[in-house]
């Protein structure tokens, strides 16, 4: 082992290859990164690579840096790193790319300031950094006796070369390749085979590739499983001593009904000034995980789990997360408590937080929890008869949290969400939009409260965290909802949270609601991982981590580790500092593979909905215009299914588009689409190979789709319910709680 390449992480061995030039291999994602120079191991042949102090420079003499992002028509976009919003992009002509591909880092020289007569601000790349595409995923065509790939991506140039030859393989099956060579003037891109999914035109095979594109692996290394199969089944003794020791205590766990992972519990009774007495129990997964070992190093790669559809890909293995670190009941568990002492009016007053041992009392679910709450099953009450009453006590403490978070700011959003349910085979056969009840509230209230206290409990010592963050919308995004306000006769004059709320709030129960959270959504950032506290916005909070779901997010447990130090005494001198400067690594690593989670499920889930909708073509349904584009609508239905009704099917010889507005506006003063207008469709036609979805107007003809541009899409929405909670949690299993 040597230094893993920039930006890599995990196990990664360093091969020399018979034409001396040399090879990383990631032991873990069982793949080559890429090709390096021979006699420069950190250069990629033919990349341009430059060290910071370089780009630094190339800065300072008036050149630019950033990350390409083009579009299938020829033309892209350089997104500056520093910079701030849409405004700052430049605009990147038809062959003025230098060979850079979409996602590349690059740097570029400024052609065209713009600013007079709308002209637009332009640049040309003059050398690639750090090339995004190692792999590429795509269809294999046969050209002149020989195999090519047609990228999936209508962003990547193609088709490339196939260098491999495989038997079996066949032009129409879903593969992915190995970039040797980005092309030139001369020589078209080449690449190597590595992985065959499948038929180009089944769904697995889509999944698959998707997954693969995604560096999202179903498998474990067998040395990561072969720690997991060595962990205890039961607590030992030995674990237990110096704990605080919470196994006669009254808890409970609160899950979906297909759960397995149950890694939160929690516990409610009153002290003797009446006072609550929450206590937030979340599964030791760092001491069953220890630092640098394999289980580690995959968890870190992984970042966090991937839920689709009826399937996960868990970040730790089932040994674990189903297991020993599965707060299964009645049976001994090792855990980090915080228990919180609260007022009536939900003001945390006191905590403490420790290493534990707990048993809990009766595994939940959510269903059973608010039948219970809604007195609705006599049955139920009297074989949970024990636990009712604190059952009870904790819907009400919920009320009051979540009273007390509205007051101070925090945003009240949509927090419906839509699933794709399957049947045994794993064949959609419905998609259904979710409310959370009562339960469900109360365990994402004493989350949210959890994750605070450690937070600020951290931030007040002076200790390192992986923090939560989430800033407030950018000047250019709350410019932008601004104009879309304005024909609706809203006047928003700061996007803060207060006000924003005041917006929901008015907007409720009126014609144009759905579109004003919608628009409201749009504005907000994501929320991202970092090593320093700048609060939470949608949250209104100080300060906030993920302290409450180890098994399945990273950062969770870096944030166990912190605090198991600190309570052990070793938080200081080198173990602080080392902890300190991997908190930073962590918080840039799950970022990115949160990020990539979310793109790999959100594209995924498209592949079932379309093969859900193939099945409804010719039907009618009314929807709800969830995205405006030059080139159609995006019309999201009931259910969350969301397809395209392109502007070639729509009444009249042409329209105009506004990207200020979203509207679209038939030329001639006409009909005019708007963003939340609601607008019945007839489905056209649906493919689960791609998960394009296209819808008509009743009466009419889908008329043959063109190459869409693979342009920006700040003119989108987020998609569906479980993107909008993204807002401040990663998401999560279909029907588990959203922290």
């Known amino acids: 082992e040597k230094n893993p390449p920039p930006g890599g992480g995990g196990r990664f061995l360093y091969l020399s290859m018979p034409d001396e030039t040399k090879l990383w291999y990631n032991s873990s994602r069982r793949r080559a990164c890429g090709r390096r120079h021979p006699e420069h191991p950190g250069r990629r042949a033919g990349v341009r690579k430059k060290g910071n102090d370089d780009m630094k420079q190339d800065k300072q003499a008036g050149g630019l840096a950033g990350i390409y992002q083009a579009t299938s028509r020829g033309f892209g976009f350089l997104v500056p790193e520093d910079g701030g919003g849409r405004e700052d992009d430049w605009f990147i002509p038809p062959r003025a790319e230098g060979g850079a591909w979409h996602g590349d880092r690059v740097l570029a020289r400024p052609e065209d300031e713009g600013g007079e007569e709308g002209r637009r601000r332009t640049a040309r790349i003059t050398a690639v950094v750090e090339r995004a595409n190692k792999t590429v995923t795509g269809v294999l065509v046969r050209h002149n006796r020989g195999l090519w790939l047609r990228p999936d991506s209508d962003r990547l140039p193609g088709p490339i070369q196939v260098l491999t030859k495989r038997k079996g393989v066949r032009a129409g099956d879903r593969a992915a390749v190995a970039m040797t060579s980005f092309g030139s003037a001369k020589h078209p891109p080449m690449g190597t085979l590595r992985e065959v999914f499948g038929p180009a035109g089944d769904r697995a095979s889509a999944v ?3 997954l693969y594109q995604y560096e999202i692996d179903r498998e474990f290394p067998d040395a990561v499983m072969l720690e997991a199969k060595a962990a205890p089944q039961a607590v030992e003794e030995s674990a237990v001593a110096g704990r605080l020791d919470l196994r006669d205590k009254v808890m409970i766990t609160i899950d979906g009904a297909s759960s397995k992972d149950l890694d939160d519990a929690v516990s409610l009774e009153r002290d003797g000034l009446g006072r609550w007495v929450l206590g937030v129990h979340i599964a030791d997964v760092s001491h069953y995980v220890r630092p640098g070992s394999a289980l580690d190093l995959e968890a870190w790669e992984r970042g966090t789990s991937v839920y689709f559809a009826d399937q996960v890909v868990p970040m730790l293995p089932r040994e674990l997360s189903n297991g020993i670190c599965s707060l299964n009941p009645r049976v001994d568990r090792l855990a980090l408590s915080c228990v919180m002492t609260l007022t009536p009016e939900g003001e945390v007053v006191d905590h403490t937080i420790a290493k534990s041992v707990i048993r809990t009392t009766e595994r939940m679910t959510y269903e059973d929890c608010n039948a219970l709450l809604a007195h609705s099953d006599p049955a139920l009450a009297e074989r949970y008869a024990r636990i009712l009453p604190m059952l009870e006590d904790m819907a009400a403490l919920s009320r009051v949290l979540e009273g007390r978070r509205r007051r101070r700011g925090a945003l009240e959003l949509d927090t419906r969400e839509s699933y794709v349910v399957c049947d045994e085979s794993g064949t959609p056969v419905d998609v259904v939009l979710r409310t959370p009840g009562i ?10 409260a959890a994750n605070e206290c450690v937070a600020e409990h951290l931030n007040r010592l002076d200790k390192p965290c992986v923090y939560r963050v989430h800033e407030k919308p950018s000047t250019d995004k ?6 879309m306000l304005a024909p609706l006769g809203y006047d928003l004059k700061e996007a803060d ?3 924003l709320q005041k917006l929901l709030d008015t907007a409720k129960g009126k014609p144009e609601e759905a579109a004003v959270s919608m628009m409201v959504l749009r504005s907000l950032m994501k929320a991202r991982y970092d090593g320093e506290n700048l609060g939470h916005f949608g949250l209104a909070a100080k300060y906030y981590c993920h302290f409450t779901s180890p098994i399945r997010r990273y950062p969770d ?22 902890l300190a400067a991997a908190v930073q690594k962590a918080a840039v690593q799950s970022s990115q593979r949160e990020l990539a989670a979310q793109s790999a499920e959100r594209e995924i889930e498209k592949r079932y909905m379309a093969e859900f909708m193939a099945g409804h073509v010719g039907e009618t349904f009314a929807g709800t215009v969830s995205g405006v584009t030059r080139f159609g609508l995006f019309v999201l239905l009931p259910g969350g299914v969301e397809g395209l009704l392109g502007v070639e099917a729509l009444p009249g010889r042409g329209y105009r588009y506004d990207e200020t507005r979203l509207t679209l506006t038939e030329e001639g003063g006409g009909t005019a689409y708007t963003f939340g207008m609601p607008l019945e469709v007839v489905c056209a036609a649906a493919d689960p190979a791609t998960g394009q979805i296209d819808f008509v107007l009743p009466g009419g003809q889908l008329a043959p789709r063109p190459t869409r541009p693979a342009e920006r899409r700040e003119e989108m929405p987020p998609r569906r319910g479980k993107d909008r909670r993204a807002m401040h949690v990663p998401k999560g299993r279909k029907g588990r709680k959203k922290r």
């Open 208 to 210: 698959a590739a998707l």
């Open 439 to 448: 339960s469900e509230g109360l365990i994402e209230s004493f989350m949210l």
């Open 478 to 483: 709350a410019e932008t909802l601004r104009a």
């Open 497 to 499: 949270g207060p006000s």
């Open 557 to 578: 447990l870096m944030v166990h580790r912190i605090l198991t130090a600190l309570l052990d005494g070793r938080l200081s001198g080198g173990v602080e500092r080392r």
